[in-house]
């Protein structure tokens, strides 16, 4: 049985015979000797070729492969404080399995020349760690919703109605008709809070953005959950311990791709719950003190979100926005029905928007009303309003950007290195 590379770097594997499969990440003749630095989905660990040791032939082939050829090599594990990873293996049998010839990928590529060869770019080192913690991320999220009792569940992606707004549906050809690309899954979950109460779903979310930001993709991975009986509130507490569980679970299994990346550990250490709650009027305060330009009523764009989040080092909730900012079906707070019982959870560090949610509209006059004030026409959206007819509840939900989500914890530059293959205004290729 091959072992993987990881697994054999330490004392334990000192004069043991191994076996590895990987691919050459680096390669270095010295006379009659040949360095290779061997990958694979673990780590890399320096192994050395003699001439002597293995057929002609073969050390001729292994003198003439490049970079990412792979290869299948038997040998004996030895310490070497000099080699990349502390041991080293002296090969004693090895094949190439398949060649590889001037891999396009050096140093000092261009990030369009890395992102037109994502196919290849995917299996660096930088890309291996991120991929690592996207798949913790995903999986401790699953976790999480799996204990609270929430319901999986899925929505359709061809729809016929928006959920945050015309501007950025993309439309689709449908058998002579036309139908777009879901924006969100919310209306469908809130309808399935009536079979199952507490659902959520992790699906894709379809967005013609035009802006070019840090954060914005066109098509990116919405977790996305709905919850009868819930207020604000109780939403904002499920939320706070799902990023918490999820940020717990990174630390334990991902620290060393976190290294790996130079991410700030502590900073993620400290994250404490409850999260700090602030009203959007001190927010807008709070942004006015640090010369952040904007006013009481403007929406948070993403240049603001940066400024303002760069004082903080903890996620922040911001509730209770005025409702005109804000899609239809937010609930207006009964105290105050100028602001709507909503929140967005701010990352720090200049990240910001990674969910939105609050409580939904649950009264069928409040819901029709809002939708006379956005212009909008109650028989587009008839499935969604039936639910205020037949047995409404309060109801609260949110969602999570897991793309943006995974570019925060992984402290990344730009929200493209968090996604195998990013789709933006100007690429969807490869
Ligand atoms: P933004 O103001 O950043 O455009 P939004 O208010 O449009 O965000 P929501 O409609 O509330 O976002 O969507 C819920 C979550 O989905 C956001 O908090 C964010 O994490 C994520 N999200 C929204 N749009 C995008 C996008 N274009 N690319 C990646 N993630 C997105
Ligand atoms: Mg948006």
């Given at each position: 049985?091959a072992?993987?590379?990881?697994?054999?770097?330490?004392?334990e594997?000192?004069g043991?015979?191994?076996?590895?499969?990987?691919?050459?990440?680096?390669?270095?003749?010295?006379?009659k000797?040949i360095?290779?630095v061997l990958?694979d989905?673990?780590?890399?660990?320096?192994c050395v070729?003699e001439?002597?040791?293995?057929p002609?032939?073969?050390f001729k082939?292994?003198d003439?492969?490049g970079v990412?050829?792979s290869?299948?090599?038997?040998?004996?594990?030895?310490?070497?404080?000099?080699a990349?990873?502390g041991?080293e293996?002296?090969?004693?049998e090895i094949?190439?399995?398949g060649?590889?010839y001037n891999?396009p990928i050096?140093?000092?590529?261009?990030?369009e020349?890395l992102l037109?060869n994502?196919h290849?770019?995917?299996?660096s080192r930088?890309m291996n760690a991120?991929?690592?913690?996207?798949h913790t991320v995903?999986k401790?999220?699953h976790?999480?919703f799996?204990d609270?009792?929430?319901y999986?569940t899925?929505g359709?992606?061809f729809?016929t109605?928006a959920?945050?707004?015309?501007s950025?549906?993309f439309?689709?050809?449908?058998?002579?008709k036309k139908?777009?690309?879901?924006q969100s899954?919310?209306?469908?979950l809130?309808?399935?809070?009536f079979?199952?109460?507490?659902?959520y779903t992790?699906?894709?979310?379809?967005?013609?953005?035009?802006?070019?930001t840090r954060?914005?993709?066109?098509?990116y991975w919405?977790?996305?959950?709905?919850?009868?009986w819930y207020?604000?509130?109780d939403?904002?507490?499920?939320?706070?311990d799902m990023i918490?569980?999820?940020?717990q679970?990174?630390?334990?299994?991902?620290?060393?791709?976190?290294?790996y990346l130079?991410?700030?550990?502590e900073?993620?250490q400290?994250?404490?719950k409850?999260?700090?709650?602030?009203r959007y009027?001190k927010?807008?305060?709070?942004a006015q003190e640090h010369?952040?330009?904007i006013?009481?009523?403007?929406?948070?764009g993403?240049?603001?979100?940066?400024?303002?989040t760069?004082?903080?080092n903890?996620p922040?909730?911001i509730t209770h926005?005025?409702?005109?900012?804000?899609?239809?079906?937010?609930?207006?707070?009964p105290?105050n029905?100028?602001v709507?019982?909503?929140?967005?959870?701010?990352?720090?560090e200049g990240y910001?928007?990674?969910?939105g949610g609050?409580?939904?509209?649950y009264?069928?006059?409040?819901?029709l009303?809002r939708?006379?004030?956005?212009?909008?026409?109650?028989?587009?959206?008839y499935w969604?309003?039936?639910?205020?007819k037949?047995?409404?509840?309060?109801?609260?939900?949110?969602g999570?950007g897991?793309d943006?989500f995974v570019?925060?914890?992984?402290?990344?530059?730009?929200i493209k290195?968090?996604?195998?293959y990013?789709?933006t205004?100007?690429?969807t290729?490869p």
């Amino acid at each position: 049985m091959a072992q993987q590379i990881e697994e054999i770097l330490n004392d334990e594997f000192v004069g043991k015979k191994v076996e590895l499969r990987g691919w050459i990440y680096r390669k270095r003749r010295v006379g009659k000797l040949i360095f290779i630095v061997l990958r694979d989905s673990t780590d890399i660990v320096q192994c050395v070729v003699e001439k002597r040791k293995i057929p002609e032939e073969t050390f001729k082939l292994l003198d003439k492969v490049g970079v990412e050829s792979s290869l299948v090599l038997k040998g004996t594990v030895r310490k070497e404080e000099r080699a990349p990873t502390g041991y080293e293996v002296d090969v004693e049998e090895i094949a190439v399995v398949g060649p590889s010839y001037n891999f396009p990928i050096s140093k000092d590529k261009s990030d369009e020349f890395l992102l037109d060869n994502r196919h290849l770019w995917v299996r660096s080192r930088e890309m291996n760690a991120i991929l690592k913690i996207r798949h913790t991320v995903f999986k401790a999220l699953h976790e999480f919703f799996r204990d609270r009792g929430y319901y999986e569940t899925q929505g359709p992606m061809f729809v016929t109605g928006a959920v945050e707004g015309g501007s950025t549906l993309f439309e689709v050809p449908y058998f002579g008709k036309k139908v777009y690309l879901t924006q969100s899954s919310q209306f469908y979950l809130e309808t399935l809070i009536f079979s199952l109460e507490k659902v959520y779903t992790v699906a894709p979310s379809f967005r013609a953005e035009k802006s070019r930001t840090r954060r914005h993709l066109t098509e990116y991975w919405h977790a996305e959950a709905e919850a009868a009986w819930y207020h604000n509130d109780d939403m904002m507490r499920d939320e706070e311990d799902m990023i918490v569980h999820i940020i717990q679970r990174v630390l334990e299994e991902r620290k060393k791709e976190l290294k790996y990346l130079n991410r700030d550990i502590e900073l993620l250490q400290n994250i404490e719950k409850p999260f700090e709650r602030m009203r959007y009027e001190k927010l807008i305060n709070f942004a006015q003190e640090h010369g952040v330009n904007i006013e009481y009523g403007d929406d948070l764009g993403a240049d603001e979100e940066t400024a303002i989040t760069k004082h903080f080092n903890a996620p922040v909730f911001i509730t209770h926005y005025p409702r005109e900012i804000k899609p239809f079906y937010h609930r207006p707070d009964p105290d105050n029905p100028n602001v709507i019982l909503c929140h967005d959870l701010l990352a720090p560090e200049g990240y910001g928007e990674i969910i939105g949610g609050g409580e939904r509209i649950y009264k069928l006059e409040v819901l029709l009303q809002r939708m006379e004030e956005e212009g909008l026409n109650p028989e587009d959206y008839y499935w969604y309003v039936d639910l205020r007819k037949y047995g409404s509840v309060p109801h609260a939900g949110f969602g999570l950007g897991m793309d943006r989500f995974v570019w925060w914890i992984a402290g990344l530059s730009h929200i493209k290195y968090a996604i195998p293959y990013p789709r933006t205004i100007r690429r969807t290729k490869p």
